[in-house]
């Protein structure tokens, strides 16, 4: 026997729980994960519980006064649910998140959290069009009075619509479908001078792209059912507090944040510091909209965020030669992807995006409806379908089926033309989906396989 057989083995070190100042892709895989002591699984379980045994009554009394921390409801706090919000909490550079139900719920519960009836919000025209039929039929029946900024780059406009009620502004970091990139930073300036927080919905950029809360956001949501999640298997929303919002300090009242939520109680505030945001939406407003996130969908939203890096760098490849592509169609007669050296926000890219102008983009086919029409129904490998942030390649008619409930002369206003389609750009072959397009558009004008187009 060696001196070394001999020697006591070294114990075990342990598993790292710590995720901090690790790169993006490492937090990716393991930010937030716990250890499951009763069998070691690698994998967060999913806890498909509606509610937790309390040890005693002094327990069950401490969660429901929130003296303690701890499961009480699924409808709050649920295990699988903790590693998913740190996990997105971490990749956003924020001080929490919670998750919910859908994306409009998380839109709904943070804004509903904010602003009540007489009161205001401020959001640019050409969001998400579900977030403003949301705002304008059922925020307005709410009584909660909504205003469209056109031109977010025009600080004057900005000035002329915040109002002493309103209570947050709302923005996208890149829109859809006309990809109208939007420069938050600057924006922020303006929310930060009157004391508004600035809520930025990060769906199609997501932290890949950009991280809202470093150029001067709030509170960052997400449809998490898009490219988080990835696969298209389920719905889920986010909603990531910077933490950073001085709720007491800002000349606006938040009294459901800096209020005592009980006679004789502390406020979120006090009792929570810089999660008040987080702790007034998980156990107040959120908790009695009842916008829970099913277990089974938060295990699937994990899944999605593992590889959330490597989805992004190929649905960005596809989409910048998609576009490039299509921009030098005979039969496309514009495209709004701000990736391209000639758009008009092809600047605020390059300042503010890394280049990048994600892959949810709009193109104009000659031919106006009609040839919209014959192009939708000629394509094979892309998918007729209204999502968004799927690993499929998607394409849609906005004019016909997302915006249809506008007004023609909103449509006109935003750019939503007959021929626009919205193209999702996926993962797939990138001369695959070039080749579909090709002979769907040579069937949008009537052109055959052979023939040159000019
Ligand atoms: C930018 C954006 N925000 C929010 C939503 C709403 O999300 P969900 O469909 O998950 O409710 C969507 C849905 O398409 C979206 O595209």
């Known amino acids: 026997m060696t001196d070394s057989d001999s020697a006591a083995p070294s114990s075990p070190t342990p598993p790292n729980y710590d995720w901090d100042g690790y790169g993006f892709d490492t937090r990716q895989v393991h930010?937030?994960?716990?250890?499951?002591?009763?069998?070691?699984?690698?994998?967060?379980?999913v806890y498909l519980t509606a509610a937790y045994r309390f040890a005693s009554f002094d327990e069950a009394e401490a969660r429901f006064t929130l003296a303690e921390e701890g499961q009480l409801y699924s409808r709050n706090l649920n295990p699988t649910h903790l590693v998913a919000e740190a996990r997105i909490a971490s990749l956003e550079g924020a001080a929490g998140a919670i998750v919910v139900g859908s994306g409009q719920a998380a839109i709904t519960g943070l804004l509903l959290g904010l602003a009540g009836e007489g009161e205001h919000l401020l959001a640019t025209a050409s969001i998400y069009s579900g977030t403003r039929v949301l705002f304008d039929r059922t925020f307005a029946r709410f009584g909660v009075d909504l205003d469209y900024v056109r031109d977010p780059r025009d600080a004057d406009e900005w000035e002329r619509l915040i109002r002493p009620e309103t209570k947050a502004v709302f923005v996208e970091t890149i829109p859809n479908p006309k990809n109208d990139l939007v420069d938050i930073a600057e924006i922020s300036r303006i929310t930060r001078r009157h004391g508004i927080p600035l809520v930025v919905d990060n769906t199609v950029a997501t932290p890949c792209i950009i991280r809202p809360l470093e150029h001067g956001a709030d509170v960052v949501v997400h449809s998490s059912t898009k490219f988080l999640t990835g696969h298209g298997a389920a719905l889920s929303g986010v909603i990531v507090d910077g933490g950073t919002f001085d709720w007491a300090g800002s000349p606006r009242p938040y009294p459901g944040i800096t209020e005592p939520v009980a006679p004789g109680k502390p406020s979120f505030l006090e009792a929570f510091g810089r999660h008040a945001l987080e702790a007034y939406l998980r156990f107040g407003i959120v908790n009695d909209l009842g916008a829970a996130l099913s277990p089974v969908n938060s295990f699937l939203l994990q899944q999605g965020i593992e590889t959330l890096s490597l989805r992004m760098a190929k649905h960005q490849e596809n989409a910048d030669a998609v576009a490039t592509w299509l921009d030098g169609h005979p039969?496309?007669?514009?495209?709004?992807?701000?990736?391209?050296?000639?758009?008009?926000?092809?600047?605020?890219?390059?300042?503010?995006?890394?280049?990048?102008?994600?892959?949810?983009f709009a193109f104009t086919v000659r031919g106006g409806r009609e040839g919209a029409q014959r192009f939708f129904d000629a394509l094979r490998v892309f998918s007729r379908m209204t999502n968004i942030g799927d690993v499929r390649s998607m394409a849609l008619h906005p004019a016909t089926t997302t915006h249809v409930s506008f007004s023609a002369d909103e449509r006109e206003r935003l750019g939503i033309h007959d021929g626009l389609i919205r193209l999702s750009i996926g993962i797939e072959t990138a001369s695959d989906l070039i080749a579909d397009l090709d002979q769907a558009l040579r069937a949008a004008v009537g052109a055959t396989p052979e023939e040159t187009l000019s």
């Open 331 to 360: 039969a496309v007669e514009s495209v709004d992807y701000a990736g391209l050296p000639t758009s008009e926000y092809h600047g605020i890219a390059e300042r503010l995006y890394g280049g990048q102008a994600g892959s949810v």
């Open 31 to 45: 930010a937030g994960e716990r250890e499951e002591r009763n069998f070691g699984a690698r994998v967060t379980p």
